[in-house]
């Protein structure tokens, strides 16, 4: 079955330290993947998105996200955390002929001070 | 542009009673989908809809319906309300069928008792 994995549920940072949170798909066809934010009590908020132009894709916030095809990869990253990053993030995938997205459990962000 | 609307933000309802929840997409934007989110299941696809037709439905019982208007609003209505249907539902809007991005709306938070 298509699947997303996203490695570890929670993270916690050093405000300042790098952000690196991961995720995995699950096929051999490159599918479209996207990153996104959820703020408590808010709905979800595009971070990026990767739709097979440049395998390094620049996000909103100073996120950023890199494809590995050879490792079914979709990790984010960001130099330097910062406070109003605690929240929790989503790695979604289209897969090739399907409409819908498949979400990943989700990783929430905690930055300590 | 505004974004994608949800209305009522926060609803309390008792088993066996019906629901009715309205998304209002981006202006422009003709496709909507519907997405559950709880604490143990996650993010689920519930179903989508352009141009008034029902393209994909993610794998919910029969009380779970939608349908959309000819000005791109859409509706979801959730019959016979079990505990279990007390979650936070998501609508995304999309610039058509294609490999558009989904916005989403803040939510609907669906309490049943």
């Known amino acids: 079955a298509q699947s997303v994995t996203q490695l570890g549920s929670h993270v916690s940072v050093s405000e300042g330290a790098l952000v690196l949170l991961r995720c995995n798909y699950s096929s051999s066809v490159p599918p479209y993947l996207f990153w996104y934010v959820q703020y408590p009590n808010q709905g979800l908020q595009l971070l990026l998105k990767?739709?097979?132009?440049?395998?390094l894709v620049k996000g909103i916030n100073g996120f950023e996200a890199e494809f590995k095809k050879s490792e079914t990869s979709f990790h984010l990253t960001k130099p330097s955390a910062h406070m109003s990053d605690a929240a929790e993030y989503f790695c979604a995938v289209r897969y090739t002929g399907r409409r819908a997205l498949t979400f990943g459990s989700g990783t929430r962000l905690q930055v300590q001070p | 542009k505004a974004g994608v609307t949800q209305t009522p933000r926060y609803l309390i309802k008792t088993r066996g009673q019906q629901v009715t929840l309205s998304c209002s997409p981006i202006?422009?934007?003709?496709?909507v989908s519907w997405y559950q989110q709880t604490p143990g299941q996650g993010l689920q696809f519930l179903f989508e809809y352009f141009s008034e037709t029902q393209r994909n439905k993610g794998n919910f019982p029969g009380r779970f319906s939608g349908r959309q208007f000819s000005n791109s609003r859409s509706e979801m209505n959730v019959s016979t309300l079990e505990l279990g249907d007390s979650a936070l539902y998501l609508c995304?809007?999309?610039?058509?069928?294609?490999?558009?991005?989904?916005?989403f709306g803040p939510g609907t938070r669906l309490t049943v008792t």
């Open positions: 995304a809007s999309s610039l058509d069928e294609g490999v558009s991005e989904q916005y």
């Open positions: 990767y739709t097979s132009a440049a395998t």
């Open positions: 202006s422009g934007h003709r496709s």
